[in-house]
């Protein structure tokens, strides 16, 4: 039957009306050798191999013309009405349709389209997703349309790529009308769901006419841009008693009915014809091809005609995507290869040829493309002609009217690859110097071979190029720079800074700078800014070059400058006896600073900076800035001495001369004692003391605490562990301390020299609160750091009572300090009692570059002046 090809239909049964064997005895396969025959070679890898001789069907057809512009897309897909398919055999196993909203075997219907796990279509005899190939006819068909082509093994078909999906209708019994109408509402179902259906093979065969409900599913799914591609039949009859049955016109013209032709353009011996009912001939007898589970067959029938022109119908959607399965089917029919066994026998008196209707179906498509980017520097797109098929075409700017010279499409676009089957379709190239002014710039595609112009893109662009400029020097006195903008006149530049996010200030860039003349034919475009009085701190500034036509502002830098000023001084007098100097910090002005005093391993001295100067008054405007401090008697030996001023601003320690080195010597006959603080505790402080001129007479010892001077007594406990190096025991000590404040304290031991009286310092130690000196000399937690926020709590045992600073450094500078003073009754059994030590304060976003910034934060001890770190790690700041 020219146009349903079924075997048989039925209606509201299975049992099969006019039965007949699926595939005929014309319609027989040969397997080669007795067994599964592989090729040498896959073609058309070499033209001329064995594989192109049992391919004749191919080059009848002129395939292998056709492959030079398409050889097919995955993006293509067509529905083969059949037995199944053997979607494992690795000639067929890459074009095999997969659903792309099914997940394999979970039970679900998974797109909702009414159908449970149709992964690769659909089992309409059995209503399962049971796709498999029980007969074999199905699987001959396929590789006809898709056998994977240039994969070094097997066959190709007409397509190298192709998705085919299974659709079961037929069963080596016959094949039911109503699972013909099923598969034909899947089809249209999952084409309207965005699946790229061109055509359907229904290679099954018939005696019988189709019913007006078919030939109403057909027209339907013609309608929805379904070419429809049925076999002849292998009765040897004419088939234009078709023409007879109601509604059959309706279809006619909207598909296509293949006969078989012979390798000498010949008609088949056992095809059907009918010069008003099937449209043309294609290849159908000893056709090599796939044949489950995993062999190649030599078959023959119009059931493997018909997969030549479904193929054909195929290769042309992939190379000119847009076509509709109309003008697909007209290209088909209107070029054919005339043949006189097929004169009055079709309607087109023709031979398929798939070469000559993807030229005449090219013949109507303009080059397709697109411009990505366009703008005064550069111009990037793609662009593609079918006629031209993977072969690059021409791509031509025109500016203001004027053509340049035109540039080839052929850099990769793999993006391109799975919508025109190949990628070397990009252009990327630099935009010509425009002139001043508003431009017109088009781009146009080249149509291949005729050279027209198709306009891709577009746009109108004012030649203005972006100013260019730097920032020398950025600190808290003075910006400065040069800027240019090359659209303008030379030294008209603007410049816009921002400090702190304030109001802007312009100024113009017209300082002379000689070292920019032989780059820009100029010098004028310098700038130096004096910074205003601003408040001690860190501050952001942001720079900008204003653009001369559109007034946009370019930044040059964004960046941080601290306006603190470190204190400044000097130590005049470093001697055994006194060390002595000035300091003066110009955040406190006129108020005098605290130094702080290192010698050697003692515990650091503090005092404050108040002495008057006279000598400084007329430098600095006030003279009490004056310090010294007279050395305890030291034993002999080499001190580093280190002297720094506290800046009153940020607690950072500054040093006022380099590290020193005092050096104290002894004389043979005043050798100084010598002695230890063994232990320092709540009651209790002892140790020993050691005079070498005395021997083993004891020395008295005296025990300052605070500074204050204490009564000297005799170290005469016995320590026996001293004899073995003192030569004698006698030279211990152990003094009660008493009741002292609660806080830290500083303990100082002196001997008292037998010879000189005077009182030797011997070694020091800190206590605090009666208590022994832990290695923790505060308590802190840091609860919260981000962006907007610092929250916690910090406490110092050293100075129970008094509220400690927080200091913030940004990136390393330092951004504030805050007092941590606020009521946190949660941790007063972590701080002796003490609820207010808790801080919380807002980030200084106003001065905080955006971005990724390092946040440090220090607790500042108020009896050590020592910083302490709480927290140091990354933020971002938006």
């Known amino acids: 039957m020219a146009m349903a090809g079924r075997l048989f239909k039925k209606k509201h049964t299975r049992r099969p009306r006019h039965a007949q064997p699926l595939l005929e005895n014309l319609e027989s396969r040969v397997l080669l050798s007795g067994a599964i025959h592989p090729l040498a070679a896959t073609y058309p890898n070499e033209n001329g191999s064995s594989a192109y001789n049992n391919l004749w069907h191919l080059n009848k057809i002129q395939a292998p013309d056709a492959w030079d512009i398409s050889r097919g897309n995955n993006n293509v897909v ?184 012979t390798s000498t353009d010949g008609l088949a011996g056992f095809s059907s014809y009918g010069g008003n009912s099937v449209h043309l001939g294609a290849p159908g007898q000893d056709i090599y091809t796939t044949a489950a589970p995993s062999a190649y067959f030599t078959v023959s029938g119009t059931s493997f005609a018909t997969p030549m022109v479904t193929a054909a119908a195929a290769l042309l959607k992939a190379a000119v995507p847009g076509a509709t399965s109309s003008q697909i089917r007209t290209a088909i029919l209107n070029n054919t290869d005339a043949l006189g066994a097929l004169s009055g026998k079709t309607i087109t008196g023709g031979r398929l040829n798939v070469y000559r209707a993807l030229q005449s179906l090219l013949g109507t498509q303009a080059p397709l493309g697109s411009v990505d980017v366009i703008n005064s520097n550069q111009v990037i797109g793609w662009a593609f002609d079918a006629n031209a098929g993977a072969n690059p075409i021409n791509v031509q700017l025109k500016i203001n009217g004027v053509n340049y010279t035109p540039v080839a499409a052929n850099q990769s676009r793999p993006d391109l690859v799975p919508v025109f089957g190949s990628g070397n379709h990009g252009f990327n190239f630099a935009m010509p110097t425009l002139a001043p002014g508003s431009n017109t710039i088009q781009v146009y595609a080249l149509d291949n071979p005729s050279g027209t112009q198709t306009l891709i893109g577009q746009t109108t662009i004012v030649n203005n190029r972006a100013p260019l400029g730097a920032v020398d020097l950025l600190n808290a006195n003075v910006i400065s720079g040069w800027a240019i903008d090359q659209d303008a006149t030379p030294g008209t530049t603007q410049v816009r800074i921002v400090i702190d996010g304030g109001t802007p200030v312009t100024i113009t860039a017209n300082n002379a700078r000689p070292d920019l003349n032989p780059i820009f034919g100029a010098g004028n475009f310098g700038f130096s800014y004096t910074m205003p009085s601003l408040t001690i701190g860190l501050h952001r500034a942001d720079v900008y070059v204003l653009d001369s036509t559109t007034g946009d502002p370019t930044l040059l830098t964004t960046a941080t400058f601290n306006t603190n000023v470190q204190p400044i001084g000097f130590v005049d007098v470093i001697s055994a006896d006194q060390i002595a100097g000035w300091t003066y910090d110009a955040n406190a002005g006129a108020s005098p600073v605290f130094v702080r005093i290192d010698i050697g391993s003692y515990p650091p001295v503090f005092l ?269 700041f938006a």
Do not use: C
């Open 608 to 876: 404050q900076a108040d002495a008057s100067r006279p000598d400084l008054l007329a430098g600095l405007g006030s003279a009490n800035h004056g310090f010294a401090y007279t050395l305890p008697k030291l034993r002999a030996g080499a001190y580093n001495i280190r002297v720094t001023a506290l800046d009153s601003l940020n607690g950072s320690l500054y040093d006022l001369i380099p590290q020193q080195t005092l050096v104290i010597t002894d004389t043979p006959s005043d050798r100084l004692p010598i002695g230890v603080l063994d232990v320092v505790n709540g009651s209790t402080i002892s140790g020993w003391a050691f005079d070498t001129e005395s021997g083993a007479t004891s020395v008295q010892v005296r025990i300052d605490i605070d500074g204050e001077t204490g009564t000297p007594f005799t170290a005469n406990i016995s320590r026996p562990d001293l004899a073995p190096g003192l030569g004698s025991a006698d030279h211990g000590f152990s003094f009660n301390v008493g009741s002292l404040a609660n806080g830290a304290h500083r303990i100082d031991l002196y001997v008292i020299n037998p010879q000189t009286s005077e009182a030797v310092l011997v070694d020091s130690k800190i206590r605090r609160d009666g208590t022994a000196w832990t290695n923790t000399p505060y308590s802190a937690w840091v609860d919260v750091v981000n962006a907007a926020t610092v929250s916690g709590w910090a406490y110092s045992p050293s100075a129970p009572g008094t509220s400690v600073n927080i200091r913030l450094d940004i990136d390393g500078v330092f951004a504030g300090f805050y007092t941590a003073n606020a009521s946190r009754p949660d941790v007063v059994s972590l701080t002796d009692g003490n609820a207010n030590v808790g801080f919380n304060f807002s980030m200084p976003t106003d001065i905080i570059i955006p971005g990724t910034r390092r946040v440090t934060l220090y607790m500042l001890d108020p009896f050590t002046l020592d910083l302490y770190p709480l927290y140091d790690n990354n933020i971002v």
């Open 78 to 261: 067509v529905a083969i009405f059949d037995t199944g398919m053997q979607i494992t055999h690795p000639d067929l196993a890459n074009n095999v349709w997969t659903n792309p909203g099914e997940i394999a075997n979970n039970g679900l219907d998974d797109d909702a389209n009414g159908f449970t796990d149709d992964v690769y279509g659909w089992n309409f005899v059995n209503n399962n997703n049971d796709i498999s190939d029980s007969v074999g006819h199905g699987t001959t068909v396929a590789g006809v349309i898709g056998a994977v082509g240039n994969n070094g093994a097997g066959i190709t078909g007409v397509n190298w790529a192709v998705d085919m999906m299974v659709i079961k209708v037929g069963t080596a019994a016959g094949v039911d009308s109503q699972d013909l109408i099923d598969g034909l509402n899947y089809v249209m179902a999952m084409k309207n769901r965005g699946i790229n259906v061109i055509a359907v093979n229904a290679s099954y065969l018939s005696f019988s006419a189709p019913t007006t409900s078919e030939l109403n599913t057909i027209n339907a799914a013609a309608n929805a841009g379904i070419l429809y591609v049925s076999a002849a039949g292998n009765n040897a009859m004419n088939n234009d008693i078709i023409n007879f049955i109601p509604g059959y016109s309706n279809v006619k013209n909207k598909i296509i009915t293949v006969a078989a032709t």
